[in-house]
Antibody
Framework: EVQLVETGGGLVQPGRSLKLSCVAS????????MYWIRQAPGKGLEWVSS????????YYPDSVKGRFTISRDNAENTVYLQMNSLRSEDTATYYC??????????????WGQGVMVTVSS | DIQMTQSPASLSASLGETVTIECLAS??????LAWYQQKPGKSPQLLIY???SLQDGVPSRFSGSESGTQYSLEINSLQSEDAATYFC?????????FGAGTKLELK
């Protein structure tokens, strides 16, 4: 059974940093692209970052580029999201998600339960 | 960036009815579109990918179609468990965007 478990969320002041982790199980982690997607309270979904299978390629939207960094440890079946210079607009539930295919299908077939990040003074 | 305009924002329907939700892409996305269902307090679930392919385990009353840059999700024979918010999502050139969502309420 595929499982994705996010940890690391919490309350953080504007301008500070936070690192999220997502531990995966139930599939060959090193063979799949992984993603972070967020959802502000009562709002829609926003893609935050992507990482390819060996971690050599990463992608971000302009809203987080230069502030967030995605990485992965295939030996530990874990994907990370380092978030720096946090802003109030980064307040959201952050989901870890797995790519549907053995390639970059661009679709997310399994999602974690989500972890809440609140940026406030 | 490619924008996805999703409509309607909300709709109300009765058990057994058929509903259609639409997403209009701001440019050609070559059928690179998915639909997700999200219930309150839960994570989204993939329903449809590649515009019309049904994800494993998803009931066949869900179907997807396309016409140019307009993409549609149809739900036939509505069941009580279909009450949820539905999102479309496109991917192009390693970028991903979602529609704003459609909240489906069952009467």
């Amino acid at each position: 059974e595929v499982q994705l478990v996010e940890t690391g969320g919490g309350l953080v002041q504007p301008g500070r940093s936070l690192k999220l982790s997502c531990v995966a199980s139930g599939f060959t982690f090193s063979s799949y692209w992984m993603y972070w997607i967020r959802q502000a309270p009562g709002k829609g979904l926003e893609w935050v970052s992507s990482i390819n299978t060996d971690g050599g390629s990463t992608y971000y939207p302009d809203s987080v580029k230069g502030r967030f960094t995605i990485s992965r440890d295939n030996a530990e079946n874990t994907v990370y999201l380092q978030m720096n210079s946090l802003r109030s607009e980064d307040t959201a539930t952050y989901y870890c998600a797995k790519d549907r295919g053995w390639y970059n299908s661009g679709y997310f077939d399994y999602w974690g339960q989500g972890v809440m990040v609140t940026v406030s003074s | 960036d490619i924008q996805m305009t999703q409509s309607p924002a909300s709709l109300s329907a009765s058990l057994g009815e058929t509903v259609t939700i639409e997403c209009l892409a701001s440019e050609d996305i070559y059928s690179n579109l998915a639909w997700y269902q999200q219930k309150p307090g839960k994570s989204p679930q993939l329903l449809i990918y590649d515009a019309s392919s049904l994800q494993d385990g998803v009931p066949s009353r869900f179907s997807g179609s396309e016409s140019g840059t307009q993409y549609s999700l149809e739900i036939n024979s509505l069941q009580s468990e279909d009450a949820a918010t539905y999102f479309c999502q496109q991917h192009h050139d390693y970028m991903y965007t979602f529609g704003a969502g459609t909240k489906l309420e069952l009467k």
